[in-house]
């Protein structure tokens, strides 16, 4: 099985409150990534965990969380969602930093 | 830091046509290149890549790209498209080691019948 499995694949959320994401592999890659795309833009690399070693991008470390807590699982954490979180938000896997594999992507939308 | 400019969003060639969909990027040091599709409602998939030695790499389904150091280029071309290759196509790049692949913004490819 290579793939990368994202849950859900619609999210709904109200401006203020948390939000979670899931993502899972079963290719026993090292490395996780999250990014986030929205409509007309490049995908943004948000954060990615190497091993148990969380990196997250400067422009984006006070909004997203994550959390590791196996080699298969990687979570996105939004602590108060706003508008400008409504975007799809892709997952991928790699090992040792070459060629990704992505998931579908979580839609969120924040209301 | 690197980035990536796809200068076309929306492409639309025929059936049976030949195609380049262009890739411009920036880096300072050797780059790491990559193509990824996407089909609708999937995830982003890797076409190809380039990390060292001939600069024309060939990918899936007939896809090859050109690596040119002179002009920071890595152009995606296809002799003869079809249909099922209607897709948004990222052109992407990273430096040694992979981490961190920065994207354009993406071409949307329409192949018409």
């Known amino acids: 099985d290579t793939t990368v499995k994202q849950n859900p694949r619609y999210k709904l959320a109200r401006v203020g409150k948390p939000v979670n994401l899931i993502c899972s592999q079963t290719?026993?890659?090292?490395?996780m990534y999250w990014y986030q795309k929205k409509p007309n833009q490049a995908p943004k690399l948000l954060l990615f965990?190497?091993?148990?070693?969380?990196?997250r991008e400067a422009d984006t470390f006070e909004k997203f969380q994550s959390s590791r807590p196996n080699n298969s699982f990687c979570s996105l954490y939004i602590g108060s969602a706003g508008l400008e979180y409504s975007a799809m938000y892709l997952c991928?896997?790699?090992?040792?930093?070459?060629?990704?594999?992505f998931g579908s992507g979580t839609r969120l939308l924040v209301i | 830091a690197q980035s990536v400019t796809q200068p076309d969003a929306r492409v639309t060639v025929s059936e049976g046509a030949s195609l380049q969909l262009r890739c411009k990027y920036s880096?300072?040091?050797?780059?790491?290149l990559f193509w990824y599709v996407q089909y609708p409602r999937q995830g982003l998939q890797m076409l190809l890549k380039?990390?060292?030695?001939?600069?024309v790499v060939q990918g899936v389904n007939g896809f090859e790209a050109e690596f040119s150091k002179s002009d920071s280029s890595f152009h995606l071309r296809k002799a003869s498209v079809h249909w099922s290759d209607s897709a948004v196509y990222f052109c992407a790049v990273s430096g040694t080691g992979g981490y961190k692949v920065v994207f354009g913004s993406g071409t949307r490819l329409l192949v018409s019948p």
């Open positions: 991928a896997s790699s090992r040792g930093g070459s060629d990704y594999t």
């Open positions: 380039y990390y060292s030695g001939d600069p």
């Open positions: 880096y300072s040091a050797t780059p790491y």
């Open positions: 290719m026993n890659h090292d490395t």
């Open positions: 965990y190497y091993d148990k070693i969380l990196n």
